[in-house]
């Protein structure tokens, strides 16, 4: 059975500062992982999704990368603003095109 | 821009009563999904439609939980009777369907026991 985890649980920062978030998973057979944000009480928001077969992907500030062979992406945030603060939920799609989800990482930015 | 509907956004319920949500996918989506989120953990997948055929729904408590995509269209998931551990965010996605298609999430379904 597929087991996602998130570390750290959550993590406080000052503005501008340059962020990595990180996430592990135990079946290396997965189809694509993507990372979500989540506003507190709302949905979830796509970030990005990475295919097994890419090794990253970037989006503004946002770049994520894969290393399927070792079980672990990480989630790089540059110049963080205190609009960034949120939960970051990394998921990976494996059988049957489920999703599992990691517990998240809940990110403050300080002003 | 598509996006996912559900509703409603809140509900709340006393235990032992019937509850039912809704969602819409995005237009063309052929794979939805029911998921139930914690407080303070990660989404987990309680049931899959590819179209209106039931993929997967080996998570979901059948006693007394159940979903229904009639038309390959829209979905209701409906609990009967509600318990106070089932106080939750529901959160509905939709994808195109295939192994590396993308999900899209709705704002989700609050559901308070009392």
């Known amino acids: 059975k597929q087991e996602v985890t998130q570390i750290p649980a959550a993590l406080s920062v000052p503005e501008g500062e340059n962020l990595v978030l990180n996430c592990s998973f135990t079946?290396?057979?997965?189809?694509?992982l993507q990372w979500f944000r989540q506003d507190p009480g709302k949905g979830l928001t796509s970030l990005l999704l990475?295919?097994?077969?890419?090794r990253e992907q970037t989006s503004g500030r946002l770049n994520a990368s894969l290393d399927k062979s070792s079980g672990r992406s990480t989630l790089y945030i540059a110049a963080s603003q205190p609009g960034d603060s949120a939960t970051y939920l990394c998921?990976?799609?494996?059988?049957?095109?489920?999703?599992?989800f990691g517990g998240g990482t809940r990110l403050m930015v300080k002003p | 821009e598509a996006e996912v509907a559900q509703s409603p956004r809140y509900k709340i319920t006393e235990k032992s009563q019937a509850v039912a949500f809704w969602c819409d996918p995005i237009?063309?989506?052929?794979?939805l999904y029911w998921y139930r989120q914690i407080l303070g953990q990660g989404p987990e997948l309680l049931v899959q439609?590819?179209?209106?055929?039931?993929?997967?729904d080996s998570q979901l408590p059948k006693d007394r939980f159940s979903a229904e995509r009639l038309k390959g269209v829209d979905s209701t998931l409906k609990i009967q009777p509600a318990e106070l551990g089932d106080s939750a965010m529901y959160l509905c996605?939709?994808?195109?369907?295939?192994?590396?298609?993308?999900?899209?999430f709705g704002p989700g379904t609050r559901l308070t026991v009392l």
């Open positions: 996605a939709s994808s195109l369907g295939g192994f590396y298609n993308e999900q899209f």
């Open positions: 079946d290396s057979a997965i189809y694509n």
């Open positions: 990475i295919q097994s077969s890419q």
């Open positions: 998921a990976v799609n494996n059988a049957g095109n489920m999703l599992t």
């Open positions: 237009s063309g989506h052929a794979t």
């Open positions: 439609f590819q179209d209106e055929s039931v993929v997967d």
